[in-house]
């Protein structure tokens, strides 16, 4: 039983237009949500975090949207550009189980030039 | 300050051997958290060691195991390998007071 899915695994978008990535979540209980960029034959690298005490945090291109009530994550990306090309990984932290995260299967994010 | 480092970064085994594999965390990070992400399962946790006591273990049978040093370096251990212990193994860094974690490059493991 998937506890967070990335529905769409892959996004193409426009240079310069807006990327918009979702992640859903089944338990109320996670209380830390990140974001995770990953080339291949890399590590993810970190983008984006937001508590569950918020519903917003900006981070120079990257937003970072919380609905706790619809248990919905999403990541927003203005403008794009193609070096933003990458598996865009939403991550969730259980709380009380601080360094423990559960990763959605991500999704392909292509920009065009 | 350096990143998240991880040696070897390719490995090759055949079925039935044993691997170790290594993680140094960011200078001043006390706790290692160690993933495997395969095509099919995508990310999954495997365990996480702090202060080189192991405060977390994810679903994963007793095959793998690791620990930490006091300078914080862990190492991961799978013992009798099979076909689907291919993948990439990664591990993560973070400071105890702290929820981001920092990952490395990762340990591309192929087990034929």
């Known amino acids: 039983d998937q506890q967070v899915k990335q529905n769409s695994p892959s996004l193409s978008v426009q240079e310069g237009r807006i990327s918009i990535l979702n992640c859903d979540y089944t338990?109320?209980?996670?209380?830390?949500f990140l974001w995770y960029k990953k080339y291949p034959a890399e590590g993810p690298t970190f983008l984006i975090s937001?508590?569950?005490?918020?519903d917003k945090n900006e981070d120079g291109r990257f937003t970072v949207f919380l609905n706790k009530s619809a248990k919905h994550l999403s990541l927003h990306i203005v403008p794009s550009q193609p070096g933003d090309s990458a598996v865009y990984f939403c991550?969730?932290?259980?709380?009380?189980?601080?360094?423990?995260?559960?990763f959605g299967s991500g999704t392909q994010l292509t920009v065009l030039p | 300050k350096a990143g998240v480092t991880q040696t070897p970064r390719y490995l090759i085994k055949t079925r039935g051997q044993q691997v170790t594999l290594s993680c140094s965390p960011i200078?001043?990070?006390?706790?290692v958290s160690w993933y495997q992400q395969t095509p099919g399962q995508g990310l999954q946790f495997l365990f996480e060691?702090?202060?080189?006591?192991?405060?977390n273990k994810g679903n994963f049978p007793g095959r793998f195991s690791g620990r930490q040093f006091s300078n914080s370096r862990s190492e991961m251990n799978v013992s009798t390998l099979e076909l689907g212990d291919s993948a990439l193994y990664l591990c993560?860094?973070?400071?105890?007071?702290?929820?981001?974690?920092?990952f490395g490059p990762g340990t591309r493991l192929t087990v034929l």
């Open positions: 991550a969730v932290r259980l709380s009380g189980s601080a360094r423990q995260l559960t």
């Open positions: 338990n109320s209980m996670f209380d830390y």
């Open positions: 937001i508590s569950s005490i918020k």
């Open positions: 200078s001043g990070h006390r706790s």
């Open positions: 060691y702090f202060s080189e006591t192991q405060r």
């Open positions: 993560a860094s973070n400071r105890g007071s702290t929820d981001t974690q920092y």
